[in-house]
């Protein structure tokens, strides 16, 4: 596959085949939707699998049946990325050298998922979306009304029964909707 057709990857190749990097810095979007095939076998990420990814600006994980293995010491480099949806993301908090300056969306639904990283609050000026739906864990957002002021639609549906949001604590009910626009 030559580095200068390489525009989109898949999870598969990502996963399967981690000791590749030539032509990675060139991926803009990774898409994985789990099909049916392999029920229940994990894809396992190592920590460098997005390392030099530099340009991506799309990531879609969806994977039910199939979970995603990812170490604590994952690295993700891309600050050009402009949509995260990751559907049942396996640590409790993105990597810390993730930036997430450039995102419009944000779709975090995930029962391990305590906070969205390590910290201070980091700059999501462009965040027009954030879902952090089913995060059932989740104690802590960060200051929106500071990081985010072109924030649009939040999306808490299931998440937590209480965590801070601004540095008000916010309760809620773990089978009520959340939505704040």
């Known amino acids: 596959m030559p580095s200068t057709d390489l525009l989109m990857a898949s999870f598969y190749f990502i996963s399967h085949f981690p000791a590749i990097s030539h032509g990675t810095e060139n991926v803009e979007a990774i898409s994985f939707r789990w099909d049916g095939r392999d029920i229940g076998k994990p894809l396992k990420l190592s920590a460098t699998a997005f390392a030099k990814m530099c340009n991506l600006r799309f990531i879609e994980v969806c994977a039910l049946w199939t979970p995603v293995l990812v170490p604590k010491n994952f690295e993700f480099c891309a600050q050009a990325l402009r949509c995260l949806c990751w559907d049942y993301y396996p640590l409790e908090s993105l990597p810390l050298n993730f930036w997430p300056k450039n995102l419009v969306e944000?779709?975090?639904?995930?029962?391990?998922?305590?906070?969205?990283?390590?910290?201070?609050?980091?700059?999501?000026?462009?965040?027009?979306?954030?879902?952090?739906?089913?995060?059932?864990?989740?104690?802590?957002?960060?200051?929106?009304?500071s990081t985010a002021p072109n924030l649009e639609f939040l999306y808490l549906n299931y998440s937590a029964w209480k965590f801070e949001i601004n540095g008000h604590e916010l309760l809620s009910s773990p089978d009520q909707d959340s939505e704040l626009v």
């Open 106 to 145: 944000l779709h975090m639904t995930s029962r391990k998922l305590i906070h969205l990283w390590n910290g201070g609050d980091k700059p999501l000026e462009n965040l027009k979306l954030m879902d952090l739906s089913y995060s059932r864990n989740l104690i802590r957002i960060p200051d929106l009304s």
